[in-house]
């Protein structure tokens, strides 16, 4: 693609393809876009080929040819004109414009002839194309011609390579100095590891490791750490936080303002310090958790994040772990029994800790029996016997376990005795053993009233009558709230058919055991005249109350009960 040269003839700006300047005519050199004089076939200045010139008779109207060299002499050959330095391109000196000067016509000698004396002219230069001739477009493309003073200060920065005759000369290349400065290591390297393996004296050593070591100080080394390039965008840091803490571990959380890895460093007051794995999840949101760390300990954390680029931040605090909870041993305490009879007794304790509460117990020291487990965890323990038998010694121990699933278990040796049999005559009156039966269940199964010996039983016989459906929803909410160890209450139906009574049962949600007096046998044993009646009978099974009329509430029902503990 054409471009604009100046002319350097008369410094006006024409297309680097014109053959002729538009302003003074000149003949313009393809190869260096100088004037050349309409006369000669060669380029001044680069020897280009530029042929004869179309227009060299109108511009030098009196040139003559060259006389013919005589047959026995040399032919002249014409003079080679002077070569120009070279300048820097473009050429911006501005001269004035002159027209060209047609060469003067060589003067014959007297004998036509040339003399061996005579100095032969210079060789003629080979011809050669544009192509071989360096343009500095990029020079031109990106400052262009400006003025002459701005082009003669670009020339004087402008390093001009040597030339040869034809072209430049190749520019010796210089060893780099750093790897100047690794050859002269690895040369030093090298010495030493002889004179170490020689036996030479150690002093030599240190003397050069010494001058290596100074002469490294003073090189400056690139940094490689990521992140820290003059380039890069810092990684911001921010909302560091501690939580969950406890007796061995911790949570660091932090935030990013661009998404990157987490990782976490922790040191003890010793110094040592250990490394979280990298978590290579780039995200904003951070939280690493720290484990494996001693109980009531000061510590040093530092957070670390890098993003996709390799830009790293950090960011440091402290923390201090739990102190370790000392938990005392479980204790038990104040052991007794109490409210023995010939067929119950209670065994009450303390505990230190809250725990869950049972007996194990039996006419042996291998025991045998359990009472059922109470889930609570309470300090204060209660536990009743039941089903004993009269006059007989027993061995008992408690056991505890608390929250944590740890069981304590009181000393062997421990031991009680229920009382002796009282011998009563049977009957319905109050002060009287309680007439025993056997009943069926609703679903089969038979109930003898001596199964509830060492127990506190409500026996209420009843009929569908709107007392009884008023007062049997009453006794469901007591045997719902009392303990099943140690009470019982019996719903005895006498002489009702047995469809009937389950359709009863199921309308009100009964569940307490309800038996049937399909003959009335039992009901005439207690001498049952109106129904609802009830009889209370303590866990020795004398009667020690008789209610001829509904009970009203459940609080009436249970200050009944309360009085035979």
């Given at each position: 693609m054409?471009g604009?040269i100046r002319?350097?003839?008369?410094?006006?700006e024409?297309?680097?393809?014109?053959?002729?300047?538009t302003?003074?005519a000149?003949?313009?050199?393809?190869?260096c876009?100088?004037?050349?004089?309409g006369?000669?076939?060669f380029?001044?200045?680069?020897?280009?080929a530029?042929?004869?010139?179309?227009?060299?008779?109108a511009?030098?109207?009196?040139?003559?040819?060259?006389p013919?060299?005589?047959p026995?002499?040399?032919?002249?050959?014409?003079?080679?004109?002077?070569?120009?330095?070279?300048?820097?391109?473009p050429?911006?000196?501005?001269?004035?414009?002159h027209?060209?000067?047609?060469?003067?016509?060589?003067?014959?000698?007297?004998?036509?002839?040339?003399?061996?004396?005579?100095?032969p002219?210079?060789?003629?230069?080979?011809p050669?194309?544009?192509?071989e001739?360096?343009?500095?477009?990029?020079?031109i493309?990106?400052?262009?011609?400006?003025?002459?003073?701005?082009?003669?200060?670009?020339?004087?920065?402008?390093?001009?390579?040597?030339?040869?005759?034809w072209?430049?000369?190749?520019?010796p290349?210089?060893?780099?100095?750093?790897?100047?400065?690794?050859?002269?290591?690895?040369?030093?390297?090298?010495i030493?590891?002889?004179?170490y393996?020689?036996?030479w004296?150690?002093?030599?050593?240190?003397?050069?490791i010494?001058?290596?070591?100074?002469?490294?100080?003073?090189?400056?080394?690139?940094?490689?750490?990521?992140?820290?390039?003059?380039?890069?965008?810092?990684?911001v840091i921010?909302?560091?936080?501690?939580s969950?803490?406890?007796q061995?571990?911790?949570?660091?959380?932090?935030?990013?303002?661009r998404?990157?890895t987490?990782?976490?460093?922790?040191?003890?007051?010793?110094?040592?310090?250990?490394?979280?794995?990298?978590?290579?999840?780039?995200?904003?949101?951070?939280?690493?958790?720290?484990s494996?760390?001693?109980s009531?300990?000061?510590y040093?954390?530092k957070?670390?994040?890098?993003d996709?680029?390799?830009?790293?931040?950090?960011?440091?605090?402290?923390?201090?772990?739990?102190?370790?909870?000392?938990?005392?041993?479980l204790?038990?305490?104040a052991?007794?029994?109490?409210?023995?009879?010939?067929?119950?007794a209670?065994?009450?304790?303390?505990?230190?800790?809250?725990?869950?509460s049972?007996?194990e117990?039996?006419?042996?020291q291998?025991?045998?029996?359990?009472t059922?487990?109470?889930?609570?965890?309470?300090?204060?323990?209660?536990?009743?016997?039941?089903?004993?038998?009269?006059?007989?010694?027993?061995h008992?121990r408690?056991?505890s376990k608390?929250?944590?699933?740890?069981?304590?278990?009181?000393e062997g040796?421990?031991?009680?005795?229920?009382?002796?049999?009282?011998?009563?005559g049977?009957?319905?009156?109050?002060?009287?053993?309680?007439?025993?039966?056997?009943?069926?269940?609703?679903?089969?199964?038979?109930?003898?009233?001596?199964?509830?010996r060492?127990?506190?039983?409500?026996?209420?016989?009843?009929?569908s009558?709107?007392a009884?459906?008023?007062e049997?929803?009453?006794?469901q909410?007591?045997?719902d709230?009392w303990?099943?160890?140690?009470?019982?209450?019996l719903?005895?139906?006498?002489?009702?058919?047995?469809?009937d009574?389950?359709?009863?049962?199921?309308?009100?949600?009964?569940?307490?055991p309800?038996?049937?007096?399909?003959?009335?046998?039992?009901a005439?044993?207690?001498?049952?005249?109106?129904?609802?009646?009830s009889?209370?009978?303590d866990?020795?099974?004398?009667i020690?109350?008789?209610?001829?009329r509904p009970?009203r509430?459940?609080?009436e029902?249970?200050d009944?009960?309360n009085?035979l503990?």
């Amino acid at each position: 693609m054409a471009g604009s040269i100046r002319c350097n003839n008369c410094g006006e700006e024409i297309s680097s393809s014109s053959r002729f300047c538009t302003s003074c005519a000149a003949r313009i050199c393809p190869g260096c876009h100088k004037s050349v004089p309409g006369s000669v076939k060669f380029c001044p200045s680069c020897g280009f080929a530029v042929g004869a010139s179309p227009l060299a008779s109108a511009e030098q109207p009196g040139l003559q040819q060259p006389p013919q060299a005589h047959p026995t002499t040399q032919p002249q050959r014409p003079q080679q004109p002077q070569r120009q330095p070279s300048q820097p391109f473009p050429q911006l000196d501005r001269q004035p414009p002159h027209p060209p000067q047609a060469p003067q016509p060589t003067q014959q000698p007297p004998s036509a002839t040339w003399t061996q004396a005579t100095t032969p002219p210079p060789p003629i230069p080979t011809p050669r194309s544009a192509s071989e001739y360096e343009v500095d477009r990029q020079y031109i493309k990106t400052r262009g011609y400006g003025s002459p003073a701005e082009a003669m200060a670009d020339s004087a920065q402008k390093t001009t390579p040597a030339e040869g005759a034809w072209g430049r000369q190749a520019t010796p290349r210089r060893i780099p100095r750093t790897l100047f400065i690794l050859m002269i290591i690895l040369g030093i390297a090298i010495i030493g590891l002889v004179s170490y393996s020689m036996g030479w004296d150690r002093g030599i050593i240190s003397n050069a490791i010494d001058k290596a070591s100074g002469l490294l100080s003073g090189i400056r080394i690139p940094s490689l750490t990521p992140g820290t390039g003059s380039d890069a965008t810092q990684l911001v840091i921010s909302n560091v936080a501690v939580s969950g803490v406890s007796q061995t571990g911790a949570t660091i959380s932090w935030e990013t303002d661009r998404p990157a890895t987490s990782q976490v460093m922790i040191c003890d007051p010793e110094g040592l310090c250990t490394w979280t794995d990298v978590d290579k999840n780039l995200v904003t949101q951070h939280s690493v958790a720290l484990s494996g760390l001693k109980s009531d300990t000061s510590y040093h954390y530092k957070a670390l994040s890098s993003d996709a680029k390799k830009n790293e931040t950090t960011a440091e605090g402290d923390l201090r772990t739990l102190e370790e909870i000392k938990i005392a041993p479980l204790l038990l305490s104040a052991i007794m029994v109490t409210n023995t009879t010939q067929s119950t007794a209670t065994i009450t304790w303390q505990s230190n800790q809250p725990t869950t509460s049972q007996v194990e117990y039996g006419t042996t020291q291998s025991y045998g029996s359990l009472t059922t487990l109470d889930a609570r965890l309470v300090a204060s323990h209660s536990a009743t016997l039941t089903g004993l038998s009269p006059a007989t010694t027993y061995h008992f121990r408690v056991r505890s376990k608390d929250a944590a699933g740890d069981e304590i278990i009181s000393e062997g040796g421990r031991t009680f005795t229920t009382t002796q049999a009282v011998v009563v005559g049977e009957g319905a009156q109050v002060g009287k053993s309680a007439p025993n039966f056997t009943l069926p269940t609703l679903d089969g199964k038979n109930v003898s009233l001596s199964n509830y010996r060492g127990k506190i039983v409500l026996l209420n016989f009843w009929s569908s009558l709107p007392a009884s459906r008023t007062e049997l929803p009453l006794l469901q909410q007591v045997a719902d709230k009392w303990s099943q160890d140690k009470y019982a209450i019996l719903a005895i139906n006498v002489k009702e058919i047995d469809k009937d009574v389950q359709l009863f049962v199921t309308s009100k949600e009964l569940t307490l055991p309800v038996l049937l007096d399909r003959t009335g046998e039992t009901a005439t044993k207690y001498d049952v005249v109106s129904k609802p009646t009830s009889f209370l009978i303590d866990s020795q099974g004398i009667i020690r109350e008789i209610k001829l009329r509904p009970f009203r509430s459940v609080e009436e029902i249970e200050d009944s009960l309360n009085k035979l503990n």
